[in-house]
């Protein structure tokens, strides 16, 4: 069974640093893996996502992850936080059907 | 391109009433509609898989029959919550997925219905 651990569910940047987001996943086979921005009282935008070949997958509005099959992670980076970046990101491993697991989730507050 | 929509925005209801939302894929085919139910500060809960013209398949804990799911056609699915009592409010958002534009399992979601049952 897939699962996906997303590690610490407020983070709080200020405005101009770096953006980490953590996720681990765990998969019995290859994973596809996303992740995914929700503003409030909104659905879920993809910000990118990684299924094959290159391992830095670069997304929308600045963000990149890195597939790292060794550490079974897939962690979301941003190198400047604006204020626009607050809102819920949610990481994603496929579980087969079409099917996705989601991880908790996790806030991030950007202060000025 | 890969836009969906759901309709109501919100809704409040009386309880015991029934309400239905819709869920539309605007440019593209959904071989496959998903429907998820998100509480506050949680993340999201699969409800049903739905694929066109074929009955719901639904999660374990969900009532087939209180979460009714029609997948009519290859642009639109429907929840329908069945004599709705105030523990059914909450955030429902649907995603669809098209296995003839992209082999991975790429979801796009709608923006969601805010159901409140009064």
């Known amino acids: 069974a897939q699962s996906v651990t997303q590690l610490g569910s407020h983070v709080s940047v200020s405005e101009g640093a770096l953006v980490l987001l953590r996720c681990n996943y765990s998969s019995s086979v290859p994973p596809y893996l996303f992740w995914y921005v929700q503003y409030p009282n909104q659905g879920l935008q993809l910000l990118l996502k990684y299924t094959t070949g290159a391992t830095l997958v670069k997304g929308i509005n600045g963000f990149e992850a890195e597939f790292k099959k060794s550490e079974t992670s897939f962690h979301l980076t941003k190198p400047s936080a604006h204020m626009s970046d607050a809102a819920e990101y949610f990481c994603?491993?496929?579980?087969?059907?079409?099917?996705?697991?989601f991880g908790a989730g996790t806030q991030v507050v950007v202060t000025p | 391109g890969a836009v969906v929509s759901q309709h109501p925005s919100r809704v409040i209801c009386k309880s015991g009433t029934s309400v239905k939302i819709e869920c539309r894929s605007l440019d593209f085919q959904a071989t496959t509609m998903f429907w998820y139910r998100q509480f506050p500060k949680k993340s999201l809960m699969l409800m049903a898989t739905?694929?066109?013209?074929?009955?719901?398949?639904?999660e374990q804990g969900v009532e087939k029959d209180k979460f009714l799911i029609n997948h009519a056609s290859l642009t639109l699915s429907t929840l329908t919550v069945t004599s709705a009592h105030p523990e059914d409010s909450s955030f429902y958002i649907c995603?669809?997925?098209?296995?003839?534009?992209?082999?991975?399992?790429?979801?796009?979601f709608g923006p969601g219905t805010r159901l409140t049952v009064l």
């Open positions: 994603a491993v496929t579980q087969g059907r079409g099917k996705l697991q």
């Open positions: 739905s694929n066109e013209g074929s009955k719901a398949t639904y």
């Open positions: 995603s669809a997925h098209s296995r003839k534009r992209e082999a991975t399992d790429t979801q796009y």
